[in-house]
């Protein structure tokens, strides 16, 4: 059976774009994990006559489950509880327990600042927080709001609602019990397992895709059992794959029907990110960037996992060229000859990492990412790339990549992490041209 779920976000500050909804997409994914049919993310200000039509419109929509987040605290504006439980038709009851327990977390709080005094107002607050609606279930605080999940009511037409806090922190915190609620089980109980599978490609189009696809609806027995979904991010071209168990020859087949097409551009079937890949294949190693156009964004993804330092060692932003002959030993004649952006430059920045860093690879770049500094040669968006790794020869490769500045960056470091995940596999003519050390 499928079950489906809507999300609303609520807050006026998400509405007015001051702050990024960071709760609607996490929910929405933990959800789809576990085989439960997203059909809507709201987004509401803090106006209870908001709040109650989105709740209203999901109901109509015939959802079995909505998660709200947000509106949980003790000021005015904290206004889910209430709203929610008046379109239920449940009468707010004070819950003792609860309330002490907030104000056992407060008085932690408020011990570590100790100009924080006592008032009516902080009383009321707590007790704000430990209105439970009749009938419906709390969740522990994660941090001073605790959560609500209330049960289906069949003779309103409404489905099952779990109530979360709005700082993601806490959100995620209390994401464990709150699915093992009552309410929620109950409905989680009803849904058909669905398995999730991720192949990721690189430099692959969408139409070259979208065509392996269209031959697979035509061969493939069961293709519409399939829930297919592709997104091109950064280069990457990421198709998501859910499916019953009953299914699973059928996407069997086509993961091979992908993999004979597209094959060479396929770089996971795992899941595994390019990240992942390079990580992996880093132990053993220890790396160092050079970077000019990407200014320090190839380290800052290096270092964006835990025991990260295993393995990267340093890094260099040389974005002038003073810089890339101060620290990274590239001759001034040659920076002259070829240009800043140039191969030969690329090269023997990444030479220069690995010899001053003393690391066994070193990647670089050197690149226009505009909007200015372009020329009919060189316009903007190209970029030059280099691996050095010790014992081999340097090879380097030269992109021209589209979009603005933010583009042309981030394509520029994803591109890096490409070349790098090869070099760690490849033999080194795979990579690119050959950089010859006397030029």
Not at 185 to 214: F, H, K, N, P, W
Not at 256 to 267: P, S
Request: with cysteine; glycine share 10%; aromatic share 2%.
């Amino acid at each position: 059976m499928t079950v489906r779920a809507g999300v609303v976000v609520t807050g006026t500050e998400v509405l007015a774009g001051r702050v990024t909804d960071r709760n609607g997409p996490w929910v929405a994914r933990q959800l789809l994990e576990m085989g439960v049919d997203v059909a809507h993310i709201t987004v509401c200000g803090d106006r209870p006559g908001d709040l109650t039509a989105q709740v209203r419109f999901l109901a109509d929509q015939r959802v079995d489950l909505i998660v709200t987040t947000g509106g949980l605290g003790p000021t005015a504006d904290d206004l889910t509880v209430p709203t929610v439980a008046a379109l239920y038709g449940r009468e707010l009851q004070l819950d003792v327990e609860l309330e002490k327990r907030i104000d056992a977390i407060v008085k932690r709080w408020r011990s570590r600042l100790s100009s924080a005094a006592d008032s009516e107002p902080l009383r009321a607050g707590i007790r704000k927080q430990a209105m439970v609606p009749a009938g419906a279930q709390s969740i522990s605080p994660t941090g001073t709001a605790p959560g609500v999940a209330i049960p289906a009511d069949g003779s309103r037409s409404l489905p099952a609602v779990l109530i979360l806090p709005g700082p993601p922190r806490e959100l995620q915190a209390m994401w464990p019990e709150a699915i093992g609620s009552a309410p929620v089980a109950e409905v989680l109980a009803r849904r058909t397992q669905m398995r999730q599978d991720t192949i990721r490609g690189y430099r692959l189009s969408e139409a070259d895709l979208a065509a392996t696809l269209r031959t697979a609806e035509s061969e493939i027995p069961g293709f519409g059992d399939l829930e297919i979904t592709t997104c091109l991010r950064l280069g990457e071209l990421e198709m998501v794959t859910r499916y019953a168990e009953s299914a699973a020859a059928a996407y069997t087949d086509l993961a091979a029907l992908v993999d004979k097409h597209h094959g060479a551009q396929v770089f996971s079937t795992d899941g595994s990110t390019i990240d992942d890949i390079v990580a992996t294949r880093l132990s053993g190693h220890r790396i160092a960037t050079a970077e000019s156009c990407t200014g320090g964004m190839i380290a800052a993804r290096l270092t964006d996992r835990a025991g990260s330092s295993a393995y990267v060692i340093g890094a260099v932003v040389s974005y002038a060229n003073e810089a890339k002959t101060g620290l990274l030993d590239v001759p001034t004649d040659i920076l002259d000859q070829h240009g800043a952006v140039s191969e030969p430059v690329a090269a023997l920045m990444a030479e220069g990492a690995l010899k001053r860093v003393g690391v066994d690879i070193a990647v670089s770049t050197s690149g226009i990412a505009g909007p200015g500094g372009g020329t009919e040669t060189k316009p903007v968006g190209t970029v030059c790339f280099a691996i050095a790794v010790a014992g081999r020869p340097t090879v380097t490769r030269t992109l021209h990549l589209p979009g603005d500045r933010a583009s042309v960056r981030a394509l520029s470091t994803t591109a890096a992490m490409h070349m790098l995940a090869d070099a760690l596999r490849s033999s080194p003519t795979d990579l690119g041209s050959v950089h010859d050390p006397g030029v």
